[in-house]
């Protein structure tokens, strides 16, 4: 901050030093005017004027030094008073434009609230002629034609579904329930759901359940996993998903392993990524890129930390990490 000061009134300095310099040279050509004396008054002045520049500093330089200190969040409470006009003028604009920027993010805000809004209560209302459509599927007799409405109304189901969450994940923090869950059943009504899709695909599950009971939130936790299953059927033929869990180190692990054409490893650090399809078959239209990457947004409040891993052409296995019990503490307070 010295050198900006300095830079800011060098060329007042630039004056001062040019009218001493005047003056010294003045007194040395013109015999009649005594050259020591001007020198004493010119030293005298010199050592003034530093004293000056360095009172002038701490005055001027404070509000600029909060200014430089100031985190651009909009709270102009951390910005000292100005005391010069300048400094006023600085304030007015910056308070102004300040100002201006909360009225938009209040206004944006309230426009994405209402967005989210009508988005939820447009998928609710989806949801009433998407069951009476259901309905209508049970009561077909041509079993290869309801098998491929079937599976046409599950695609639909499961693209609201993710919207639908994924709506609600930025407050996941207001809708959680910690609880005792007993995995048995919660994977096997996802697996129910999704019984149409495996049928028509030729597949099954194999479960491997030793720890029945983990600490969650139910709701969460079956969106999870309902990811890591529709992704372990859309990338997979023919061939059984194996889902188990046990113990290892306090800590709960769930497995989801499909034999399916796995991933390229260039790839595997991006499957999380917003929008990321593979781009071994980036030509599939039926990718989204956004289940995995809901899928570790909504672990993350649960601290439930999500591995990969995966051979090309041989099949993934995803596992679900829990957390220990006293890890929770901190999310049953809420």
């Not at 008054?41 to 002038?56: E, H, P, Q």
């Not at 209040?106 to 994405?112: R, V």
């Not at 995995?183 to 697996?191: D, P, Q, Y």
Request: hydrophobic share 45%.
């Amino acid at each position: 901050m010295i050198k900006k000061f300095l830079i800011e009134r060098r060329s007042w300095i630039i004056l001062f030093l040019f009218l001493h310099f005047f003056f010294i040279l003045v007194a040395y050509f013109d015999t009649t005017i005594p050259l020591m004396p001007i020198v004493y008054i010119v030293f005298l002045s010199t050592i003034i004027f530093i004293l000056f520049l360095m009172i002038r500093y701490n005055n001027e330089t404070k509000f600029y030094k909060s200014i430089e200190a100031w985190e651009n969040n909009l709270d102009l409470t951390s910005i000292s008073n100005p005391d010069s006009p300048f400094e006023k003028i600085i304030e007015n604009a910056v308070t102004n434009q300040t100002e201006l920027l909360k009225q938009i993010a209040s206004q944006n805000l309230i426009s994405l609230e209402q967005e989210k809004d009508q988005l939820l209560s447009w998928i609710h209302e989806v949801k009433t002629p998407l069951t009476a459509i259901r309905l209508m599927i049970d009561r077909i007799d041509n079993k290869t034609m309801k098998s491929q409405l079937t599976y046409e109304w599950l695609r639909i189901h499961l693209l609201l579904d993710q919207q639908l969450h994924q709506k609600r994940i930025p407050f996941i923090e207001n809708d959680l329930y910690i609880e005792v869950i007993d995995l048995t059943v919660l994977i096997t009504k996802e697996i129910k759901d999704l019984q149409s899709w495996c049928i028509q695909k030729g597949m099954g599950f194999d479960l491997q359940i030793e720890v029945k009971e983990v600490l969650s939130d139910a709701k969460w936790l079956a969106f999870i996993i309902r990811q890591l299953l529709t992704n372990a059927i859309k990338y997979s033929d023919a061939s059984d998903i194996i889902i188990k869990s046990y113990q290892q180190d306090e800590q709960t692990i769930l497995e989801v392993k499909d034999f399916g054409r796995g991933i390229d490893p260039k790839d595997v650090s991006r499957i999380f990524d917003k929008g990321f399809t593979s781009t071994a078959k980036h030509q599939d239209n039926a990718a989204t890129g956004m289940g995995l990457y809901l899928a570790k947004k909504s672990a993350k409040p649960l601290l439930i930390h999500i591995e990969v891993h995966s051979t090309l052409g041989t099949g993934t296995t995803f596992t679900l990490i829990f957390p220990k019990r006293n890890q929770f503490l901190h999310i049953t307070s809420m």
